[in-house]
């Protein structure tokens, strides 16, 4: 059993259900010191987080990831128990195999073999690793990026552990999200009865046609980068359960993920500007989760890691920026270039979640490629 897949299970073995670490950073700790890093444990709120750095000089690459895992559902449905990281044939299950102990395991491994080998590599090499990612995201990495640009520490190079491979290792690597922009909308009406409803004003059929032309317009055709704009309805609630009562409120929850054709603004005066045209009774809260962000192709840490996969596994991964969100939205506000590049995806959050052994040693390959694309003297 390599060491790569020893860390891993013994991460996943800890039960660090979000926004818990339970002990999984000191590990990560026990293990960084010795190789040189300097170790700095950041706790906000109920929240642990850890910055580690190797080095002063830049470029600083630092390997980002989270140690606190969604909850694991019905125990008795796991082939086998969701914290055990058993092994059967090539396959480890458990929570937090692919999203995303193992990344980090991966990371230590390689961190060791490289430094190791190459000790009077150039640059630098650091780890920010939250226990807050699968939560709100409130007190986890953006707290110590504030941190850190409060001190003017500064790093070039972000790479994200999150499982980004669909079909096989790294054959998809982030390098950019959509930004999310969420809202709460409250039409007014007025309450009164069913069979009176000139008595009463009812919010949801005021709201119809607002909501039509909400759903029918094409805020933007995307670019080379990001697929078009989306706008979808999550929520709407209203009426008090009684079949004869004409509802007083709605309320109607919504999201948007954007490209970067649009600012938040853009897409809040847009609503705005629907609403007030049909006359709407309303209130509206917005709710920011993240810009969206985009790593150039052509810059060298794409380049690093194209090559590094190449080297490795015999193919260079695609660009995507598809799916939701990830603290590399918070990573990306630095300047710093960031992408992400761990293991498949199909199980993550699922019940047997899963990951491939042999993956796992491939993977710890290209990160330690990657460290000698940019560091190694």
């Given at each position: 059993m390599t060491e790569t897949i020893q860390i891993a299970q013994q991460l996943i073995q800890v039960d660090s259900v979000t926004p818990n670490d339970k002990g999984c950073q000191k590990m990560i700790?026990?293990?960084?010191?010795?190789?040189?890093?300097?170790?700095?444990?950041?706790?906000?709120?109920e929240v642990?987080?850890?910055?580690?750095?190797?080095g002063t000089e830049s470029p600083c690459l630092v390997f980002a990831g989270h140690t606190d895992v969604v909850p694991t559902g019905p125990e008795s449905e796991w082939t086998y128990p969701p914290f055990s990281a058993h092994i059967e044939g090539d396959i480890m299950y458990g929570r937090g195999t692919a999203d995303m102990k193992s990344s980090i395991a991966c990371f230590m491994s390689a961190s060791k073999r490289f430094v190791e080998t190459y000790p009077d590599h150039k640059g630098s090499i650091a780890y920010l690793i939250t226990s807050d990612e699968e939560g709100p995201a409130i007190h986890g990495t953006v707290k110590v990026v504030e941190?850190?640009?409060?001190?003017?520490?500064?790093?070039?190079?972000?790479?994200?552990?999150?499982?980004?491979?669909?079909?096989?290792?790294?054959?998809?690597?982030?390098?950019?999200?959509?930004?999310?922009?969420?809202?709460?909308?409250?039409?007014?009406?007025?309450?009164?009865?069913?069979?009176y409803p000139h008595l009463a004003e009812n919010p949801i059929h005021n709201f119809a046609p607002a909501l039509e032309q909400l759903i029918q317009v094409q805020w933007d055709h995307g670019n080379e980068y990001f697929p078009p704009t989306s706008f979808q309805i999550s929520n709407i609630n209203g009426g008090t359960g009684a079949t004869n009562v004409i509802p007083g409120t709605v309320k109607v929850?919504?999201?948007?993920?954007?490209?970067?054709?649009?600012?938040?603004?853009?897409?809040?005066?847009?609503?705005?500007?629907?609403?007030?045209s049909h006359g709407l009774d309303y209130e509206l809260d917005w709710n920011l989760s993240g810009?969206?962000?985009?790593?150039?192709a052509d810059g060298p840490l794409i380049q690093a890691v194209k090559h590094a996969s190449n080297a490795i596994l015999g193919?260079?991964?695609?660009?995507?920026?598809?799916?939701?969100?990830?603290?590399?939205?918070?990573?990306?506000?630095?300047?710093?270039?960031?992408?992400?590049?761990?293991p498949i995806n199909a199980t993550i959050h699922k019940i047997d979640e899963q990951v491939s052994v042999s993956d796992l040693n491939k993977l710890t390959d290209v990160y330690y490629q990657l460290l000698i694309n940019l560091f190694a003297k």
């Amino acid at each position: 059993m390599t060491e790569t897949i020893q860390i891993a299970q013994q991460l996943i073995q800890v039960d660090s259900v979000t926004p818990n670490d339970k002990g999984c950073q000191k590990m990560i700790d026990d293990f960084l010191t010795p190789l040189g890093f300097e170790v700095e444990h950041m706790r906000f709120g109920e929240v642990d987080n850890l910055w580690a750095r190797k080095g002063t000089e830049s470029p600083c690459l630092v390997f980002a990831g989270h140690t606190d895992v969604v909850p694991t559902g019905p125990e008795s449905e796991w082939t086998y128990p969701p914290f055990s990281a058993h092994i059967e044939g090539d396959i480890m299950y458990g929570r937090g195999t692919a999203d995303m102990k193992s990344s980090i395991a991966c990371f230590m491994s390689a961190s060791k073999r490289f430094v190791e080998t190459y000790p009077d590599h150039k640059g630098s090499i650091a780890y920010l690793i939250t226990s807050d990612e699968e939560g709100p995201a409130i007190h986890g990495t953006v707290k110590v990026v504030e941190a850190l640009e409060a001190r003017n520490e500064k790093f070039e190079y972000c790479l994200v552990g999150e499982p980004s491979s669909t079909d096989k290792l790294a054959d998809s690597i982030k390098n950019g999200r959509r930004g999310s922009l969420g809202g709460t909308l409250t039409i007014k009406g007025v309450q009164g009865h069913i069979a009176y409803p000139h008595l009463a004003e009812n919010p949801i059929h005021n709201f119809a046609p607002a909501l039509e032309q909400l759903i029918q317009v094409q805020w933007d055709h995307g670019n080379e980068y990001f697929p078009p704009t989306s706008f979808q309805i999550s929520n709407i609630n209203g009426g008090t359960g009684a079949t004869n009562v004409i509802p007083g409120t709605v309320k109607v929850m919504f999201n948007f993920r954007f490209s970067t054709e649009h600012t938040p603004e853009s897409l809040q005066e847009s609503v705005h500007a629907i609403l007030d045209s049909h006359g709407l009774d309303y209130e509206l809260d917005w709710n920011l989760s993240g810009l969206p962000f985009i790593t150039p192709a052509d810059g060298p840490l794409i380049q690093a890691v194209k090559h590094a996969s190449n080297a490795i596994l015999g193919y260079e991964p695609e660009l995507s920026t598809a799916g939701g969100t990830s603290d590399g939205r918070f990573i990306a506000t630095t300047g710093a270039q960031v992408i992400e590049l761990g293991p498949i995806n199909a199980t993550i959050h699922k019940i047997d979640e899963q990951v491939s052994v042999s993956d796992l040693n491939k993977l710890t390959d290209v990160y330690y490629q990657l460290l000698i694309n940019l560091f190694a003297k």
